[in-house]
């Protein structure tokens, strides 16, 4: 089982994406776009792009191109950091809020589909042996 474990978590993950990409297809929004301004919206407003690319574990110049296009379909905004001229803050324009609460809801019902007939404690094991993995890959070897 252990072997076949790293390959149905990426199955699951890959179809997850889809499904949501799917839903949110009408929206105008692609994978890379909608998952940006969940971390922005999870991360918390005011993040700066540095920070915001190390929560995302991306490359700076990938985060800009992508708030780039968020920025044209004002979703999001860029202000100036108080403390740091070169630096922006990012905040979730009205319109980007009102975009969060629409994916929410629609992530919510696939959600809901998804893990239909697993128990809160199934759910619980299976985020606890996540975490325990992520701990194991973040060790120091």
């Known amino acids: 089982m252990k072997d076949q474990f790293p390959f149905a978590v990426a199955r699951v993950t890959r179809r997850w994406r889809k499904m949501l990409d799917e839903r949110l297809k009408d929206l105008g929004v692609t994978q890379a ?3 940006t301004m969940v971390y922005l919206s999870k991360g ?3 993040l700066t792009q540095r920070e915001l690319a190390t929560l995302m574990a991306i490359e ?11 920025e044209q379909q004002d979703l999001i905004e860029r202000r100036p ?4 001229r070169r630096a922006r803050r990012l905040y979730l324009t009205k319109a ?10 629609r992530a919510e019902t696939l959600r809901e589909e998804m893990l239909e007939g697993i128990s809160d404690e199934e759910i619980a094991c299976t985020v606890r042996v996540f975490h325990k993995i992520l701990e194991n890959a973040e060790k120091p070897k």
Not at 60 to 70: A, C, I, M
Not at 96 to 105: H, I, P, Q, V
């Open 33 to 35: 776009r909608w998952s």
């Open 44 to 46: 918390g407003e005011g």
């Open 81 to 84: 950091c108080p403390n740091d």
């Open 60 to 70: 700076n110049p990938t985060l800009v191109r992508l708030l780039d296009s968020l």
């Open 96 to 105: 980007g809020r009102e975009f969060m609460d629409e994916l929410s809801g």
